[in-house]
């Protein structure tokens, strides 16, 4: 059974850059499409963004493009989100998600979750 571990969350103003690392064990994760979900505050979880699992595959909400990075080291069983020019409306506490294999922008396609960490951005 895989276990996702998050990390990188923190406090930053707006235009600043964080970088989040979710750590996998106990599985196959070079095997596995992985994602990045948010939820803000009483909001629903959304997708985020998602690679497959040779990476040759990307998948960005509209929100983010061209700001966040998704990014894998199947050698590290680590996937990355690197957070640029980030904005108010992008606090939120980001989870990340195993599938197989590909890219996917559906929650309900993910079999396991981490416990989530939180990014909030301050003006």
């Known amino acids: 059974q895989v276990q996702l571990v998050e990390s990188g969350g923190g406090s930053v103003q707006a235009g600043d850059s964080l970088r989040l690392s979710c750590v996998a064990s106990?599985?196959?994760?070079?095997?596995?499409?992985m994602g990045w979900f948010r939820q803000a505050p009483g909001k629903e979880r959304e997708f985020v963004a998602a690679?497959?699992?040779?990476?040759?595959?990307?998948k960005y909400a509209d929100s983010v493009k061209g700001r966040f990075t998704i990014s894998r080291v199947n050698a590290k069983n680590t996937v990355y989100l690197q957070m640029n020019s980030l904005k108010i409306e992008d606090t939120a506490v980001y989870y990340c998600?195993?599938?197989?294999?590909?890219?996917?922008?559906?929650?309900?396609?993910?079999?396991?979750w981490g416990q989530g960490t939180q990014v909030t951005v301050s003006s």
């Open positions: 690679i497959s699992w040779t990476a040759s595959s990307t």
């Open positions: 998600a195993a599938k197989g294999f590909s890219p996917s922008d559906q929650s309900k396609d993910y079999h396991t």
């Open positions: 106990g599985g196959a994760f070079r095997n596995y499409g």
